[in-house]
């Protein structure tokens, strides 16, 4: 199943069950938001999840494109990706949390094929401020799927403040061995979907109120769950990167964790520009410019004279079209010049590293002005002396 046929398959089971779609938000959070980017489904839905109605009802379903940063290290693995797609669905104020866990359930084993065997779930065990999730724990015994109970894995908060709630997290066996242990023990355990029950609200001095409504919220990770069921070893190789597999090798051969980080920060890049980023110093511009960064970094340790003007525009179209995007050329164009930016700020770097006061170690003022006088930030200084 590829991950067109994923969405199809999720949403219409959702629409079966009463729910209406909505169209998925761009990755900038709505104002307001405690985050740079939108980093899960229910950010563009946080005033109805708060118990403002919602034009379309209490049943929603949708898919969004999200972008975590918290992950940037872990890229590279076979389940994270920068950006990413969030199959997800809405209970406000209308079903339980049971109800919700019940159609996951019933989707991923009859709808999908997944079998029940492989699956493992967690709830929350509670904690000084909230009692455990009893109803949810109850619902995975009826179904005779295992349940670990955690604490702090099994609370879900958008920010330090702010709806959140217990969730309970399903995940699938990804060993070539039978299931064995759980998902806070044996990480070939992977998380596909949580399912929260958004019934909190966190204020400034920590304490929790309860949302005017007992809410759902559940977050599926497309292109993970598309690479389990599709039998590839990690995300990268699900059909969503085959134009990226097919076309970069050929250009820049790469070893394999390097290719996935340029696949992914690429892929991301082009996605945070369609959006309407542009590169900065600071906030969301300082992301991007931070994904192209790391691309040339690797690019270039092998091959100074590797650029992105050799990039096919297939993948850049692709990507735009995938998302509803537009202006190949115009993110070429961008692409290109923080390119020739980069190029021009690490010449500058090499030059003044080279003066005798940089030679020895470098303390906090120096850093200070490499940053403030030359527009050297620290990662790049300590990478350009180690080269
Ligand atoms: N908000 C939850 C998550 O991101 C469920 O969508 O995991």
């Given at each position: 199943?590829?991950?067109e046929?994923?969405?199809?398959?999720?949403?219409?089971?959702y629409?079966?069950?009463?729910?209406?779609?909505?169209?998925?938000?761009?990755?900038?959070?709505?104002?307001?938001d405690?985050?740079?980017?939108?980093?899960?489904?229910?950010?563009p839905?946080?005033p109805?999840?708060?118990?403002?109605?919602?034009?379309?009802?209490?049943?929603?379903?949708?898919?969004?494109?999200?972008?975590?940063?918290?992950?940037?290290?872990?890229?590279?693995?076979?389940?994270?990706?920068?950006?990413?797609e969030?199959?997800?669905?809405?209970?406000?104020?209308?079903?339980?949390g049971?109800?919700?866990?019940?159609?996951?359930y019933?989707?991923?084993?009859?709808?999908?094929?997944?079998?029940?065997?492989?699956l493992?779930?967690?709830?929350?065990?509670?904690?000084?401020?909230?009692?455990?999730?009893?109803?949810?724990?109850?619902?995975?015994q009826?179904?005779?799927?295992p349940?670990?109970?955690?604490?702090?894995?099994?609370?879900?908060?958008?920010?330090?403040?702010g709806?959140?709630?217990?969730d309970?997290?399903?995940?699938?066996?990804?060993?070539?061995?039978?299931?064995?242990?759980?998902?806070?023990r044996?990480?070939r355990?992977?998380?596909?979907?949580?399912?929260?029950?958004?019934?909190?609200?966190?204020?400034?001095?920590?304490?929790?109120?309860p949302l005017?409504?007992?809410?759902?919220?559940?977050?599926?990770g497309?292109?993970r769950?598309?690479?389990?069921?599709?039998?590839?070893p990690?995300?990268?190789?699900?059909d969503?990167?085959?134009?990226?597999?097919?076309?970069?090798?050929a250009l820049?051969?790469?070893?394999?964790?390097?290719?996935?980080?340029?696949?992914?920060?690429?892929?991301?890049?082009?996605?945070?520009?369609?959006?309407?980023?542009r590169?900065?110093?600071?906030?969301?511009?300082?992301?991007?410019?931070?994904?192209?960064?790391?691309?040339?970094?690797?690019?270039?340790?092998?091959?100074?004279s590797?650029g992105l003007?050799?990039?096919?525009?297939?993948?850049?179209?692709?990507?735009?079209?995938?998302?509803?995007q537009?202006?190949?050329?115009?993110?070429?164009?961008?692409?290109l010049?923080?390119?020739?930016?980069?190029?021009?700020?690490?010449?500058?770097?090499?030059?003044?590293?080279?003066?005798?006061?940089?030679?020895?170690?470098?303390?906090?003022?120096d850093?200070?002005?490499?940053?403030?006088?030359?527009g050297?930030?620290?990662?790049?200084?300590?990478?350009?002396?180690?080269?």
């Amino acid at each position: 199943m590829n991950t067109e046929q994923l969405i199809r398959t999720f949403v219409e089971y959702y629409e079966d069950h009463g729910h209406r779609r909505i169209t998925g938000s761009t990755l900038l959070p709505p104002p307001g938001d405690p985050v740079l980017f939108t980093t899960s489904g229910m950010h563009p839905l946080t005033p109805y999840l708060e118990g403002r109605p919602h034009p379309l009802g209490r049943r929603l379903v949708n898919v969004q494109r999200c972008l975590r940063t918290t992950d940037l290290d872990e890229v590279g693995d076979s389940t994270h990706l920068t950006v990413f797609e969030m199959l997800g669905t809405w209970s406000l104020g209308d079903y339980e949390g049971p109800q919700s866990l019940d159609w996951g359930y019933r989707l991923l084993t009859e709808g999908l094929g997944v079998d029940p065997g492989l699956l493992h779930t967690t709830v929350f065990g509670g904690d000084d401020q909230v009692g455990p999730d009893v109803s949810s724990l109850r619902l995975w015994q009826e179904r005779g799927v295992p349940v670990e109970e955690t604490v702090e894995d099994n609370w879900w908060s958008n920010g330090p403040v702010g709806p959140c709630g217990p969730d309970s997290e399903i995940f699938l066996w990804t060993g070539d061995t039978p299931p064995r242990s759980t998902p806070t023990r044996d990480d070939r355990w992977v998380e596909v979907w949580n399912h929260v029950m958004m019934r909190h609200r966190r204020l400034d001095d920590g304490s929790l109120v309860p949302l005017p409504q007992r809410n759902v919220d559940t977050g599926l990770g497309l292109e993970r769950l598309a690479s389990l069921l599709q039998g590839r070893p990690s995300v990268f190789e699900c059909d969503v990167f085959e134009p990226w597999r097919r076309l970069v090798p050929a250009l820049w051969p790469l070893d394999e964790p390097s290719l996935r980080l340029v696949c992914d920060h690429l892929r991301s890049a082009v996605v945070v520009v369609g959006d309407g980023v542009r590169p900065a110093n600071t906030g969301q511009g300082y992301v991007l410019r931070r994904l192209l960064r790391r691309v040339l970094t690797v690019l270039w340790r092998e091959d100074p004279s590797r650029g992105l003007g050799d990039l096919p525009g297939e993948l850049v179209s692709h990507t735009l079209g995938h998302f509803r995007q537009g202006g190949t050329e115009p993110v070429r164009r961008l692409l290109l010049e923080e390119e020739r930016r980069f190029r021009r700020l690490l010449e500058r770097g090499r030059k003044v590293l080279a003066r005798p006061r940089f030679r020895g170690p470098l303390g906090e003022e120096d850093f200070h002005y490499l940053h403030d006088t030359h527009g050297l930030p620290r990662e790049l200084v300590t990478s350009l002396r180690e080269e």
